[in-house]
């Protein structure tokens, strides 16, 4: 029996779903006794360190937390979990952690994007039981600005490779600590977990060593889900958001079997966009709620879902906040949200008052759950120019001229799916969103999606050049040779297609074998 500390701040449900795919049986603590009382105990820490470390203290979970460490059970802490174990950390300065290691939590101060997102190595400093079996040069899903910083290099178990060698596992005695998910690792980190759940014997360390360690550029499945006419939600896609074909919207499959398909194909990460959130409730009859369930119990990589993340008055009246409308995703296995048409709106507002106001739906999500799981979702159109006079944006010199010949355009962000333009740029919504507090762009394009004609490079330069976020490349991918051009091109952490997974156009083995043979870094 595994013991997991749900303290309410996020997608404990993957790591309970990842547990009970491997045969185990969890109990989640409900009280303080509950730690105490604990076999095995598993900590995945979500959302910041001051709130958990303040979430922990309300609920009078550090005391049994300290004597479980101390008792010599067997204890796993994952991401923040793990950072817990510190003495204090630079994300909550004043405020302690549990104290079990001496040392403290760092942010990233490097020239790379941060959050340090995606798929990187580990290489091993000594060995444990988790790496029964493990051949060493895996992959492991990371998501997080901080890292610990170990006063005693003896609880080093593993070092990672980004801007700089950072920790990124911890082990003393039947102590365990990972900054990676093993939960959202696909079968590497399934494996790890499984070597935590059984008695896995010796400690071992794994056959090969990946030194330096290298972040993969990572490949994910989008799939737009809408109700059809028929009322059955069905993943569609669009031409230039256009849906339709003959009248009809397109049915490309079921959501969750795609996505257990994407999954066991080698994706790195699914993302669902709910393509009618801008006009529906998304908690009225909950179908993307369903749909997370199901798909976390199947898919062990991460998940992203977008639509409707904004506030609502239901039609009984009553107010819901934008963080509701997340955490309801979050509980049900999203690890991401993505903020589309409210994004914008908040960008305008931003600007109009000149300040943050705190209260912001980007604000508010990030401060809970984390920067890392704020996704923004831009939907720019290009709008040609003569000169750049002829508008107060900010413009490009373009390769690709307009249709009467112009040389200039800017980015035009949208709304409600592409329907209603704004006067604002897809660079400055960028950079309002980051300093509000997201920390990734889903940058699709509008002119490009559906097309098969490749990646819109310049938008996707433009806007990857105006923040230190990671930016996901979307829209227009038609061919294996379409990835490559887009990592060659721009400094873009993540790609993003559609259409040719659905129609099997293109299978992502084939996508990350050409990536691998051109020397791109990917996850295989
Ligand atoms: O505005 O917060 O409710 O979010 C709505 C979300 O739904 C936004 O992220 C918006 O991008 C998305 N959306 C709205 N309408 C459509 C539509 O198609 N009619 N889909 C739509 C946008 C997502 C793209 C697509 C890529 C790759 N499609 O990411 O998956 O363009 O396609 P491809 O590889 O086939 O070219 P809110």
Redesign the pocket.
Known sequence: MITLLDYGAGNVRSVVNAIEKLGGTVQIASHPQDVINAEKLIFPGVGSFGSMMHILEKKNYVDPLKTFLRSGKPFFGICLGMQALFESSEEAPGIGGLGIFEGCVKRFQIEKAVPHIGWNGICIKKPSRIFKAAAGNEKFYFVHSYYVAPDNSDVILTTTDYGLEFVSSVAFGNITGTQFHPEKSGEAGLALLDNFIIDAGEASIPPTAASPTHLAKRIIA?L?VRANDQGDLVVT??DQ???REKGSVRNLGRPVDLAARYYTEGADEITF???T??RDFPLEDMPMIKVLEETSKRVFVPLTI?????DYVDKDGRQYSALEVASAYFRSGADKI?????AVLIAEAFLQLGKKTGKSAIEEISRVYGNQAVVI?I?PRRVYVGAPKETRHPVLETTIPGPTGEKYCWFQCT????REGRDMDATTLARICEELGAGEI?L??ID?????SGFDIELINAVRGAVSIPVIA????GCVEHFHEVFAETDAEAA?????FHRREVPIADVKSHLDEKGVVVRR
Do not use: E, H
């Not at 977008?306 to 904004?310: A, D, E, T, Y």
């Not at 709304?415 to 592409?418: E, R, S």
């Not at 490009?448 to 098969?452: A, C, I």
């Not at 979307?474 to 991918?477: E, F, K, P, R």
């Open positions: 989008c737009d896609k669009g958001y256009d849906v966009l709910n393509i959130g801008f977008g639509g409707g993340i904004r993505s903020i589309g048409s409210d979702s939907d709304i409600k799916g592409g889903l699709n394009c490009r999606d559906g097309t098969n979307s829209s227009g991918a993003l297609a559609a259409g040719i």
